[in-house]
């Protein structure tokens, strides 16, 4: 299996040189030159762990790893890291099933593919010859930071370089991150939003003189950022996961289709769902859920993706994104595997900050429904799902549930039996969850907070929070949007 760049046909690499490389050289994405089928039946997944499940699925992507490589990297990511051994556990209320993909290292989803990327990665530099150390940059909302940081701090041959929105990230996430030990670990607070990060962290990607530099002192830079091939294939086994244990449990008959409603940002997460669809499970509708940001819904239903509108800071801040950078794998194939049309495209993103897709392009795709939740609707989502159940989500699985509620009531498929992506712990969100819960939490600390959350919903506060109680501050470092690549010139020290 090789992979293409969507901007570019002819740059043509194996998988573990997309993985290392992680943006194509055209500033395209990696994909794969066919998603192919499941070579597992259902009978056979049932009986599958989690990481059993994982090297059926990323074998088939992941062609020129070895069998020894790839179970070496699944086993040393998916341990006792994770608080269950289920990895993922679905979790049914009120009619819908939560898959908690929360059960990591800093609760929150991204765990799911970041535990295993930094080995992929090593991996892939031994197989290719690679004798620079790996910096791997990477522009957070949130939570991918402390999740790459986590997943690299320690590990020998790579650096890891993080920049996030000094005030567009929540208290707890701000306290995870700059807490976060390893000598190889740095973390950057800039001036600026998301969208300005990403923007800064992809000019140094492409940036050939600073490559040069690099180079010369024996580094090189990697991506960490759901744009890479090695973020994208792990997410893809938990929903072959979900499934699999959907039938096992009797939910669900052989080939039933059933709804994935997936709480969306950068797009990676819902992509994996459809990469899985494509690979023949029976998935229905990819329910693509947005916060007050709501470009996607806006795509969907116009075809029109327009940036060119006000940046809302709100309670689901990993998804406050107006550039979903995955999305162009999606428009890559639903312009027919058509580089040439997707360049047009994302160069006129890049100058008008908007694109139309063609009338046959948004035919492609009636898989997806597209909705948003304003916040008072995330916010009555946590407190009625938590009155009536006693379970309690975070703002942005909220965000996906309301969603998934809106689908019902507009479509009436209320049958189809639906799968939630819970993609953070409330824990992390604490604040805006309680006071979703009841204003009157609003005197209390982060801390006491967390206590309470304990309390009402009956759950064990999971580790990650009670290590950064204590966790002394060990980055302050902050920086304006230009001053990005002289802030990573200081940590090479070159
Ligand atoms: C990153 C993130 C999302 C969005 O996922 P994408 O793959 O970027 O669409 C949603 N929820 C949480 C908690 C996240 O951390």
Same mark, same amino acid.
């Given at each position: 299996m090789m992979y293409v760049s969507t901007r570019d046909a002819n740059e043509k690499v194996s998988a573990s040189q997309?993985?290392?490389?992680?943006?194509?050289?055209d500033g395209g994405l990696f994909v794969p030159e066919e998603i192919p089928k499941l070579d597992a039946d259902i009978e056979t997944l049932a009986e599958m762990t989690y990481q059993q499940t994982a090297y059926a699925v990323m074998k088939q992507y992941l062609?020129? %790893?070895?069998?020894?490589?790839?179970?070496?990297?699944?086993? *040393?990511?998916?341990?006792?890291?994770?608080?269950t051994k289920e990895i993922a556990p679905l979790r049914e209320a009120d009619g819908a099933c939560y898959l908690e993909l929360f059960h990591g290292a800093t609760i929150a989803f991204k765990d799911m593919a970041l535990s295993i990327l930094p080995h992929l990665m090593t991996t892939a530099a031994r197989k290719?010859?690679?004798?620079?150390?790996?910096?791997?940059l990477t522009a957070t909302s949130g939570d991918t930071g402390k999740a790459a940081l986590a997943g690299f701090a320690g590990v020998k041959g790579t650096k890891i370089i993080v920049f996030y929105p000094k005030n567009g990230v929540s208290p707890i996430q701000e306290k995870q991150m700059v807490?976060?030990?390893?000598?190889?670990? %740095?973390?950057?607070?800039?001036?600026?939003?998301?969208?300005? *990060?990403?923007?800064?962290v992809k000019k140094m990607f492409a940036d050939a003189s600073l490559a040069e530099e690099l180079n010369a002192a024996g580094y090189q830079f990697s991506s960490a950022n759901s744009i890479n091939i090695g973020r994208?294939?792990?997410?893809?086994?938990?929903y072959v996961y979900a499934y699999s244990r959907l039938y096992k449990t009797g939910v669900i008959g052989s080939g039933e289709p059933i709804n994935v409603v997936v709480p969306t940002g950068n797009f990676g997460n819902i992509l994996a769902a459809f990469y899985a669809k494509n690979m023949g499970l029976p998935i229905a509708k990819l329910i693509c859920a947005s916060n007050e940001n709501k470009v996607l819904y806006d795509f969907f239903s116009t075809g029109v993706y327009n940036k060119n509108r006000e940046f809302i800071l709100t309670s689901s801040p990993s998804m406050d994104i107006l550039i979903s950078s995955n999305l162009e794998r999606l428009i890559y194939r639903v312009a027919g595997n058509n580089p040439a049309y997707n360049t047009q495209l994302m160069n006129r993103l890049k100058t008008d900050g908007k694109y139309e897709i063609t009338p046959e392009m948004k035919e492609r795709l009636s898989d997806f429904y597209g909705s948003y939740a304003s916040e008072s609707e995330t916010a009555d989502m946590i407190r009625g799902l938590y009155e009536k159940t006693g379970y309690i989500i975070d703002t942005h699985t909220a965000v996906a549930a309301a969603v998934y509620e809106k689908y019902k009531q507009e479509t009436g498929d209320c049958g189809t039996k639906t799968v939630i992506a819970s993609t953070a712990s409330p824990f992390k969100f604490t604040r805006s969850v309680?006071?979703?819960?009841?204003?009157?939490?609003?005197?209390?600390?982060?801390?006491e907070l967390a206590d309470e959350l304990a309390r009402i919903g009956n759950v064990k506060i999971p580790q990650a929070i009670e290590e950064i109680r204590t966790a002394d501050i060990r980055h302050n470092t902050v920086c304006e949007v230009q001053g990005m690549p002289d802030t990573?010139?200081?940590?090479?020290?070159?």
């Amino acid at each position: 299996m090789m992979y293409v760049s969507t901007r570019d046909a002819n740059e043509k690499v194996s998988a573990s040189q997309a993985i290392l490389k992680g943006l194509a050289s055209d500033g395209g994405l990696f994909v794969p030159e066919e998603i192919p089928k499941l070579d597992a039946d259902i009978e056979t997944l049932a009986e599958m762990t989690y990481q059993q499940t994982a090297y059926a699925v990323m074998k088939q992507y992941l062609t020129d %790893f070895t069998k020894e490589e790839l179970e070496s990297c699944i086993r *040393a990511a998916y341990d006792d890291k994770f608080d269950t051994k289920e990895i993922a556990p679905l979790r049914e209320a009120d009619g819908a099933c939560y898959l908690e993909l929360f059960h990591g290292a800093t609760i929150a989803f991204k765990d799911m593919a970041l535990s295993i990327l930094p080995h992929l990665m090593t991996t892939a530099a031994r197989k290719n010859q690679v004798k620079n150390e790996i910096v791997i940059l990477t522009a957070t909302s949130g939570d991918t930071g402390k999740a790459a940081l986590a997943g690299f701090a320690g590990v020998k041959g790579t650096k890891i370089i993080v920049f996030y929105p000094k005030n567009g990230v929540s208290p707890i996430q701000e306290k995870q991150m700059v807490t976060q030990k390893g000598d190889n670990t %740095f973390v950057v607070g800039i001036h600026g939003n998301f969208d300005e *990060a990403q923007t800064g962290v992809k000019k140094m990607f492409a940036d050939a003189s600073l490559a040069e530099e690099l180079n010369a002192a024996g580094y090189q830079f990697s991506s960490a950022n759901s744009i890479n091939i090695g973020r994208l294939v792990p997410q893809i086994v938990y929903y072959v996961y979900a499934y699999s244990r959907l039938y096992k449990t009797g939910v669900i008959g052989s080939g039933e289709p059933i709804n994935v409603v997936v709480p969306t940002g950068n797009f990676g997460n819902i992509l994996a769902a459809f990469y899985a669809k494509n690979m023949g499970l029976p998935i229905a509708k990819l329910i693509c859920a947005s916060n007050e940001n709501k470009v996607l819904y806006d795509f969907f239903s116009t075809g029109v993706y327009n940036k060119n509108r006000e940046f809302i800071l709100t309670s689901s801040p990993s998804m406050d994104i107006l550039i979903s950078s995955n999305l162009e794998r999606l428009i890559y194939r639903v312009a027919g595997n058509n580089p040439a049309y997707n360049t047009q495209l994302m160069n006129r993103l890049k100058t008008d900050g908007k694109y139309e897709i063609t009338p046959e392009m948004k035919e492609r795709l009636s898989d997806f429904y597209g909705s948003y939740a304003s916040e008072s609707e995330t916010a009555d989502m946590i407190r009625g799902l938590y009155e009536k159940t006693g379970y309690i989500i975070d703002t942005h699985t909220a965000v996906a549930a309301a969603v998934y509620e809106k689908y019902k009531q507009e479509t009436g498929d209320c049958g189809t039996k639906t799968v939630i992506a819970s993609t953070a712990s409330p824990f992390k969100f604490t604040r805006s969850v309680m006071r979703a819960i009841d204003v009157k939490y609003d005197s209390m600390s982060d801390f006491e907070l967390a206590d309470e959350l304990a309390r009402i919903g009956n759950v064990k506060i999971p580790q990650a929070i009670e290590e950064i109680r204590t966790a002394d501050i060990r980055h302050n470092t902050v920086c304006e949007v230009q001053g990005m690549p002289d802030t990573v010139r200081k940590f090479l020290a070159i």
